[in-house]
């Protein structure tokens, strides 16, 4: 079993929520520093390749620039402090949570108008700094909203799954069901949301969109849902204000542009909301949350 595997099934998940919730923040600092050094120094394992291709793009650096050996730890280190927080503010409770996560003024009034006025709409963000102590903090203010998740998601996105229902969400994984939820919700009013940089299987059928100029297998459903019930677009972002402090910015409203072409419209408007998390990446690789490979061409170059 890799590392990667490891980190997502539900012994690994378990075993970070158990340490998260139990050790003292120094020595929760100091295991970071150990673990993220340890896994940067395997620069042939998936994890660390997929890291490090990642970024290579993201900051236009060759794979084999000694920059982004730096980078690949910075990564590591952050999802080691993200995911500490996350599991030690949520034994912490709720208001916990609220206290960490500020949510921008007009995010707040524009969810409640939605919500007041049940006007749908689909709330988009990518895997940036604490995006899952985020959502947490939303569930928390009273966004009753549907998140759609990966599909076939391994043991330990189940243990996440429960943690995002607990704070007030229908979780549904991203297959056609989730689709059919959603459109209802959608169509009566109600709130939804994903990521957007979270590559699909290899198996999933899909358009390519560009992502940093470059063709990747990124999702496009949620433009396809936000066409077929004229819901609006509303990317958010999230990013680290200091210790133990995070920010959910936004919104931006993204209009949607129809042309005719169904197929076409969806890789169109997909694309316009990639374009809004390219500036969020590219202001802050070093919190982009994102272990898997979104080029995995660039896997076979080293």
């Not at 995911?83 to 912490?92: F, K, T």
């Not at 995010?107 to 940036?128: F, I, M, N, W, Y």
């Not at 959910?248 to 072409?261: K, S, W």
Request: glycine share 6%.
């Amino acid at each position: 079993m890799n590392l990667q595997t490891f980190a997502t099934s539900k012994t690994g998940t378990g075993l970070a929520m158990w340490l998260g919730r139990n050790l003292p923040r120094r020595a929760g600092t100091a295991f970071i520093e150990l673990t993220s050094a340890f896994i940067a120094r395997r620069r042939k394992s998936p994890l660390a390749r997929s890291i490090r291709a990642n970024q290579s793009v993201v900051r236009d650096l060759p794979l084999d620039a000694p920059e982004l050996d730096v980078a690949v730890r910075q990564v590591l280190r952050n999802a080691g402090r993200y995911y500490y927080d996350l599991y030690h503010l949520l034994a912490r409770g709720r208001e916990a949570v609220r206290e960490a996560v500020s949510v921008s003024p007009d995010l707040d009034t524009l969810l409640r108008s939605a919500v007041e006025r049940q006007r749908p709409a689909v709330v988009l963000g990518p895997h940036t700094s604490n995006f899952d102590l985020a959502a947490v903090a939303l569930g928390t203010h009273g966004f009753p909203m549907q998140m759609i998740s990966y599909s076939a998601p391994p043991g330990g996105y189940e243990l996440q799954n429960e943690m995002r229902t607990n704070a007030g969400y229908i979780v549904t994984p991203a297959d056609g069901q989730a689709a059919k939820t959603a459109l209802k919700r959608l169509r009566a009013g109600g709130l939804v949301c994903t990521g957007v940089d979270r590559p699909l299987p290899e198996a999933s059928p899909a358009a390519p969109v560009r992502f940093f100029g470059r063709p990747t297998a990124l999702p496009t459903g949620y433009a396809r849902l936000a066409l077929a019930t004229d819901a609006q677009l509303l990317f958010i972002s999230t990013e680290s204000t200091g210790p133990t402090r995070y920010r959910i910015a936004g919104p931006e409203v993204v209009e949607l542009v129809r042309t005719g072409n169904r197929r076409q419209d969806a890789v169109l408007n997909a694309e316009r909301v990639l374009a809004l998390a390219e500036e969020v990446i590219r202001a802050r690789p070093e919190e982009w949350m994102m272990f898997f490979p979104v080029w995995p061409e660039l896997l076979e170059e080293f």
